[in-house]
């Protein structure tokens, strides 16, 4: 089937969409394999052609039809081994996969030589797919399982606690529910048990029986419930969680992608960097000007007295924002950078996912620089051109996705959602983060706010300060209260109410009160909060993240444990 019929037969897109000039043309590019991605590189007036919404349901139509294809080769092979003959007709008749996956049992069944024409078999066919999906869709809505425990390990089967043994509706498991049962059956704890609503089935199979006639004479109607429908049905009911499971993963992956691509850029004149070594033994820094070109450079040996050699650098090239890198190995440098310096400059933290790739020291811009000088220069902007220099970057490497699922999937399903959003015209027009106050004036301010705070050792927890806004990022601001230590207000602690967008509650420069709800000692951290109840975080280190915080509306992946796990829940589904 061509990927218009399917469209057309689908109503995946509007009918006026169909018939718009130079829609064969794309249709072409679509069928051929070709990524939204390339096409908005290269096709970006063709696609402008067509509406933000209608493109995204396109997107999905032609994943959803070469899905189709792939199993229809793979059935049409299948069955050719079984020397068994179809009549392709039937295809235009299975636009879901859900009818196509019942083929594979329908059709030995119903073998065609059986029958006396083509056109009987196709109808008997037909019929018995009408069946089928009646019986999924109504197993899906009134079936139920079992959940039976099928080891006695304590102490792994004591996580499931709560599912083992428990009747529950097909219809109200939903993803987090399924994946949770999904990991116990692949730790073999459990099995499932179905139960379907099988008078309701019999009921519709009987009414078609007298198109059936060619095998109602060689089986009686329960052996043919049994051999068309029941025993087929717990592998559809687990797939179709599984491929919703999937779905659900991956548009979660693809909103976390999509707003790393539209985070607001920075304007300032100049942006500096840092980047360490990963030997510990120097330091990369590096300023470029605004339209990003490398302005100033430097490799600084770690001495006694490096941190002063790093603020010379950045003083002497009239910058005082520096983007530091978030790394888990950094040798102690961004901290010790931190405490020496940041009296005198503002630091910008910044993930350095895909980094590694080579590609990004591929710029004509880097010839004969040093990796580690080009790696501060790409983290710079970063932030200066997000959606630029980000959607350059593999998703998987961006996302930090690793693992030994089927990631050439994920990749480009990430990659066909990077298309779709730089062909949104809302991308150019994010509204960029004009730092234009001084920061040495926002630093300085915080030293007369709080007379009675000298060092770290003065803050309690439940305190009230007062801060200045000294930076703002995806997940939080940073505040100045008087201190060279670090103070956030994460992203949970700016409202009583969800928070979205950092930029929308504070701006830099801004005073605000804030009460205290945790101090690091051992990191030099403190925690505050604006909301009006705190929540007090008993003098225990806060964890926090420097990626993007998940949107409010899917709460199942928000916390990185959990994030983790939806990736290893996606792996295991493609691996299936």
């Known amino acids: 089937m061509r990927l218009l019929e399917f469209i057309q037969k689908s109503n995946a897109v509007e009918r006026k969409i169909v018939t718009a000039p130079n ?67 039937i295809f235009s008749n299975t636009l879901t996969m859900r009818r196509l996956e019942a ?31 009646g019986a999924l869709n109504l197993t899906l809505k009134k079936g139920e399982i079992i959940i039976v425990e099928k080891s006695n390990k304590n102490d792994i089967a004591g996580d499931y606690s709560d599912i083992i043994g428990k009747r529950i509706s097909l219809a109200n498991i939903n993803g987090t529910v399924w994946a949770r049962i999904r990991r116990a059956m692949r730790a073999k704890l459990v099995d499932l048990d179905f139960e379907y609503p099988e008078s309701s089935i019999r009921s519709h199979l009987q009414a078609v029986s007298g198109k059936l006639s060619v095998i109602t004479e060689k089986h009686n109607p329960d052996e043919l419930l049994k051999i068309l429908v029941i025993d087929h049905l717990a592998p559809a009911v687990m797939n179709s969680f599984d491929n919703k499971l999937r779905d659900e993963l991956l548009k979660e992956l693809a909103s976390q992608y999509v707003d790393i691509l539209r985070t607001a850029p920075i304007r300032v004149p100049k942006m500096g960097a840092f980047f360490p070594s990963s030997d510990g033994q120097t330091v990369s820094v590096s300023v470029i000007n605004d339209k990003g070109k490398i302005v100033a450079y430097e490799t600084i040996e770690i001495t006694e007295i490096w941190p002063d050699d790093v603020r010379v650098f950045f003083v002497k090239n009239k910058t005082s924002y520096v983007v530091v890198p978030v790394m888990a190995n950094d040798h102690g440098t961004v901290e010790l950078i931190r405490e020496k310096v940041g009296n005198f400059l503002v630091f910008i933290p910044s993930g350095v996912n895909g980094l590694e790739d080579d590609g990004l020291l591929s710029d004509k811009s880097f010839e004969n620089l040093p990796a580690d000088v080009c790696r501060s220069v790409i983290l710079s902007r970063r932030m200066l051109f997000p959606a630029r220099e ?91 209260i008087g201190l060279n230590q670090e103070a956030l207000i994460h992203v949970s602690e700016m409202a009583d109410d969800f928070v979205n967008d950092p930029f929308e509650i504070v701006s830099l420069g801004q005073q605000v009160k804030v009460s205290v709800v945790g101090v690091d000692m051992e990191k030099n951290r403190i925690s505050l909060s604006l909301r009006s109840t705190p929540r007090i975080f008993d003098g225990k280190p806060m964890k926090r993240s420097f990626e993007p915080r998940p949107r409010a509306k899917d709460e199942k992946y928000q916390s990185p444990s959990a994030r983790s796990q939806a990736l290893k829940d996606l792996e295991n589904l493609f691996r299936k």
């Open 103 to 133: 083929l594979r049992h329908i059709i030995p069944i119903l073998t065609p030589s059986d029958f006396s024409s083509p056109t009987a078999w196709l109808e008997a066919v037909t019929v018995v797919l009408e069946v089928w999906t």
């Open 390 to 480: 980000l959607s350059n970057v593999d998703p998987l490497r961006l996302l930090n996705i690793r693992g030994d699922g089927d990631e050439q999937a994920v990749r480009e399903y990430l990659l066909e959602q990077k298309g779709l959003a730089l062909m949104d015209p809302t991308i150019d027009r994010i509204p960029p983060r004009v730092l234009s106050q001084s920061p040495a004036s926002l630093i300085a301010s915080g030293a007369k706010l709080n007379p009675e705070i000298r060092s770290i050792d003065d803050v309690k927890i439940g305190m009230e300060l007062t801060g200045v806004i000294i930076n703002i990022t995806k997940f939080g601001a940073f505040v100045n």
């Open 23 to 89: 829609f064969d043309k794309l249709l072409n590019y679509l069928e051929a394999g070709i990524s939204m991605a390339e096409l908005a590189d290269n096709q970006g007036d063709l696609l402008k052609t067509i509406p933000g919404p209608q493109l995204k349901r396109l997107s999905d139509a032609r994943r959803s039809w070469l899905e189709l294809e792939t199993e229809r080769e793979e059935l049409l092979l299948e069955m050719k081994e079984k020397n068994i003959s179809i009549n392709e007709e």
